[in-house]
């Protein structure tokens, strides 16, 4: 007979909520099910059962503005709790990222206290800057590719090993928009490097705009590849809508017209 969780029917706590947050961040809401690996794996993190761990990420569901926009819910019994770990982590995504980290073993208390823009010493370790860099990258791929469901926004490419999770304002230039999934648009490798050079951009309608040395480019593939695009709005996320004022910084910064 199967042992049941200590923590069965025991109210969840910050941390874990924490934990799962992070996780239905990572994941695809279709797969925010009992039979997913990943679920499984949170759930013995949690000593809770698969079964709990997805009624919770369906719970961070009902709070998720896009999926209420294709008429998709998530369950309906939330707790405060919920909505207070949605709400302060839609606008703490480094602190997100360095608490589960610490919850799932990666690094101690005091460096997940470090991982935290604000509260981070000087002179970081170098195993720190490795560990920080790692867990920011490693979060936000996942949670950008399942945003898009795997699919390049402009393309429509589904080569989980072509796609790049490209940062809309750059890593180096704003270190609490490193992990921000909202600051992420899913594209394949060229089209990474011409909106990285400023050959490409998004504007607020979420349409494609390329410079003119793309549209006036002698170049058939230029042309048929690239240019085709012009205009066209790019394939909306799942969640994690990409932010206008991120967007706009882009457009004014990056974007050489």
């Given at each position: 007979?199967?042992?049941?969780p200590?923590n069965?029917?025991k109210?969840?706590?910050?941390?874990q909520s924490?934990?799962?947050?992070?996780?239905?961040?990572?994941?695809?809401f279709?797969?925010?099910?009992a039979?997913?690996?990943?679920?499984?794996?949170?759930?013995?993190?949690?000593?809770r059962?698969?079964?709990a761990?997805?009624?919770?990420?369906g719970?961070?569901?009902?709070?998720?503005?896009e999926?209420r926009?294709?008429?998709i819910?998530g369950?309906?019994?939330t707790?405060k709790l919920?909505?207070e770990?949605?709400?302060?982590?839609?606008?703490?995504?480094?602190?997100?990222?360095?608490l589960?980290?610490?919850?799932?073993g990666l690094?101690?208390?005091?460096?997940a206290?470090?991982?935290?823009?604000v509260?981070?010493?000087?002179?970081e370790?170098?195993?720190?800057v490795?560990v920080?860099?790692?867990?920011?990258?490693?979060f936000?791929?996942?949670a950008?590719?399942s945003?898009?469901?795997?699919?390049?926004?402009v393309?429509?490419?589904?080569i989980?090993q072509?796609?790049?999770?490209?940062?809309?304002?750059p890593?180096?230039?704003?270190?609490?928009l490193?992990?921000?999934?909202?600051n992420?648009?899913?594209?394949?490798?060229?089209?990474?490097?011409?909106?990285?050079?400023?050959?490409?951009?998004?504007?607020q309608d979420?349409?494609?705009?390329?410079?003119?040395?793309?549209l006036?480019?002698?170049?058939?593939?230029v042309?048929?590849?690239?240019?085709?695009f012009?205009?066209?709005?790019?394939?909306?996320?799942?969640?994690?809508?990409?932010?206008?004022?991120?967007?706009k910084?882009?457009?004014e910064?990056?974007?050489?017209g």
């Open positions: 007979m199967t042992a049941r200590t069965y029917g109210a969840w706590t910050r941390q924490i934990l799962a947050f992070e996780l239905y961040c990572r994941i695809p279709q797969q925010t099910k039979s997913n690996p990943e679920v499984q794996a949170v759930a013995r993190l949690l000593n059962s698969p079964a761990v997805a009624r919770k990420l719970n961070f569901g009902a709070f998720d503005p999926l926009r294709r008429k819910s369950l309906t019994h707790s919920d909505r770990v949605w709400d302060e982590f839609h606008s703490d995504w480094p602190g997100l990222v360095a589960a980290g610490q919850m799932r690094v101690s208390y005091e460096e206290e470090a991982l935290i823009p509260k981070g010493p000087e002179g370790s170098e195993r720190l490795t920080k860099r790692r867990m920011h990258q490693a936000f791929r996942d950008v590719l945003a898009h469901e795997g699919i390049c926004c393309t429509g490419i589904s989980r072509s796609l790049i999770a490209s940062h809309i304002v890593w180096s230039v704003n270190e609490k490193r992990a921000d999934p909202m992420g648009l899913c594209l394949t490798a060229t089209f990474d490097r011409l909106f990285d050079s400023g050959l490409m951009t998004v504007e979420l349409t494609l705009r390329f410079s003119q040395e793309i006036r480019a002698d170049c058939k593939p042309r048929e590849l690239i240019a085709v012009q205009g066209l709005p790019i394939r909306r996320p799942q969640r994690f809508l990409p932010k206008e004022q991120c967007l910084w882009h457009r910064n990056i974007f050489v």
